[in-house]
């Protein structure tokens, strides 16, 4: 089992040593090497994703990914920036799955903005198709408008494009992960106007035909969003594509009221896989020894499960996380009175203590 560890940036190195540490006590034998990624990797050898980097991440069975990112490299040229590491291992890896669960943790009911009764107990899986869609489609770009509402103006485009084999094997995805929960599926698309998610929702439907015993539903972006805080308890697997899963991931993530809380997977057809929190590299708590590592250890827990066949490690580790929480122990993000603040690294020790 070797896996590729790319701490990054800002937090990244803090959080991800805490994971490591986790996985280095559940008695399993892997192979872990690190490289420098995103700023840290553009420091040192000018780009932010070597190809050193990019060589033993593509080896790998798995990717343990930290985060990246700072104000500081906001003038670089964009293929330059950190962030273009993400972009760059997707894309390589053909990292097209993205899993981002989203879990309401009974101890933290408190930290979220929607009533108890609203979350308590949520847990949801959001899938979104990642290497398509308006992110990725040609042509984009700028010129002279030909025709439109101003003809002869400057203009913006960019192009939301799917085909059939990249929503098939989404949504298989989905159908086969539904078939290790409650068996149901909810497919957003905004089929009422856009010619693309009107394709995706006939291609959902078509490959639904394998799945009988797993329900379908099919809901409108606009009516997801809505629905997500009004009764997020109803959905359970949710596929969409990569424009509606970026903004619908987020906000059922903040469901939970804890970003620091929440890991990600991101698979491709071979389920090699690149895990990581569902946050970024938190550059005004970086180096503090404060923020919350727990995201980043739940994503070593899908990492066992998905890409290493470790699901009872898994099972092991997310009880320790829960194990924890019940004693009280709370890093600065999750804190509220009458529990215990800890830093990065009493955390982590405690996970790794509960582990037995
Ligand atoms: P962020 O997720 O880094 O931080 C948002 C807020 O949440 C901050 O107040 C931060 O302190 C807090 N936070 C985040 N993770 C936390 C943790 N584990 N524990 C405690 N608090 C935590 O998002 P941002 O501030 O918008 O972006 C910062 C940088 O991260 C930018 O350069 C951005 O491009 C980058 N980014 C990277 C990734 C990634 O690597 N996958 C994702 C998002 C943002």
Known sequence: M????????????EIVAEAVKVLNVLGLKFEMEQALVGGAAYEAHGHPLPESTLKLAKEADAVLFGAVGDWKYDKLDRPLRPEQA????????????????????????????LKPELIAGLD????????????????RG????????????????????????????????AFQAARKRSKKVTSVDKANVLETFQFWKDVVTEVHAQYPDVELQHMYVDNAAMQLVKAPKAFD???????????????ASMLTG???????????????????????????????GVANPLATILSAAMMLRFSLNQAEAADRIEAAVNKVLSQGLRTADIYSEGTTRVGTREMGEAVVKALG
């Open 2 to 13: 070797k896996i590729a560890v790319l701490p990054g940036d800002g937090i990244g190195t």
């Open 86 to 113: 993400i972009l760059g291992l997707r894309k390589n890896l053909g990292l097209f799955a993205n899993f981002r669960p989203a879990i309401c943790y009974e101890q933290l009911v408190g930290a979220s903005s």
């Open 124 to 139: 949801i899986l959001i899938i979104r198709e990642l290497t398509g869609d308006i992110y990725f489609g040609q042509p």
């Open 142 to 173: 700028r010129r002279v408008a030909t025709d439109g509402h101003f003809p002869g103006a400057e203009e913006a485009f960019d192009t939301m494009r799917y085909s059939r084999p990249e929503i098939e094997r989404i949504a298989h995805v």
């Open 237 to 251: 697997v949710v596929v969409t594509g990569n424009m509606f899963g970026d903004i619908l991931s987020d906000e």
């Open 258 to 288: 804890s970003i620091g809380m929440l890991p990600s997977a991101s698979l491709n057809t071979k389920s090699q896989g690149l895990y990581e929190p569902s946050h970024g590299s938190a550059p005004d708590i970086a180096g503090k």
